[in-house]
């Protein structure tokens, strides 16, 4: 992998992370199209420079992941689902790593996105702030988090859209799946890195500095976006773009 590979898949983790559209699916659809393997570097980096973007998240987060413990405790709470299904479900979520399963789960997803939100309206007694959130929402969500470890389905769309089906208004739904990633990805970083450690070389090691920084810097500048865009505006958008992207993929591969 050049060190411009590694710039473009950064742009596009660092974009795509918190955006409901999968990151993973679109990091697939570009190593695709740079003609890039997805040998045992190519995934851990997929998975590493995941960590760059949610410590933007952190850093924006840092005054209230500080002042909080109970937001902790429902961190945790919803995590605990990923994380049992995610190391008894690994070897067969590996396997479906490709960009057919990435372009089917773009698809259903978005017409998911589109019908949940035809269908939301939103309370007086919803969810308006992350530590808000009960332990059994929190636990919910963390099943539909669960539903992403699927290729191309989206961490942040499935527990944005699990958030809102449980009773979140649209902005607390997506400061907490913000916040879920921490623990989530922090996680499945660290379990990619240990595992696949041996892969890593001195060439690589700078490749994944390089996309770790990227990665962190546009991610700031996508979270900062998408938490002033649902002030006033649906996912629908993101539900076409899905369904479209989805589509002239499996076009393009034919």
Not at 35 to 52: C, H, M, P, S, Y
Not at 190 to 204: H, I, P, Y
Request: proline share 3%; charged share 15%; with cysteine.
């Amino acid at each position: 992998m050049s060190i411009l590979d590694s710039v473009i898949l950064g742009i596009v983790e660092g974009i795509t992370e918190f955006l409901p559209i999968s990151s993973t699916g679109h990091l697939i659809l570009t190593s695709h199209l740079l003609g890039l393997k997805q040998d045992a570097f190519e995934k851990t980096f997929e998975i590493a420079i995941q960590l760059g973007a949610i410590l933007s998240v952190v850093s924006i987060y840092r005054e209230k992941l500080v002042r909080s413990l109970e937001l902790w405790k429902k961190l945790i709470a919803a995590f605990i689902p990923t994380g049992i299904l995610g190391l008894l479900l690994h070897h067969y979520v590996e396997k479906l790593f490709s960009p057919t399963v990435v372009c089917g789960a773009l698809i259903v997803w978005g017409i998911v996105f589109i019908v949940v939100e035809l269908l939301h309206s939103e309370k007086e007694h919803h969810v308006e702030k992350p530590e808000e959130v009960s332990y059994l929402q929190a636990v919910g969500i963390g099943l539909f988090q669960s539903l992403a470890m699927v290729p191309g389905t989206s961490r942040s769309g499935a527990t944005i859209i699990g958030g809102m089906v449980l009773g979140l208004k649209r902005f607390a739904a997506t400061e907490f799946s913000f916040l879920l990633a921490i623990p989530t990805m922090f996680a499945a970083t660290g379990f990619e890195l240990v595992k696949n450690f041996d892969s890593l070389s001195a060439d690589n090691w700078l490749a994944l500095a390089v996309g770790f920084f990227v990665a962190f810097v546009f991610a700031y500048i996508s979270v900062k976006w998408l938490l002033n865009y649902v002030k006033h505006h649906t996912f629908i958008p993101f539900g076409v773009y899905r369904i479209v992207v989805g589509i002239l993929f499996i076009l393009f591969l034919l």
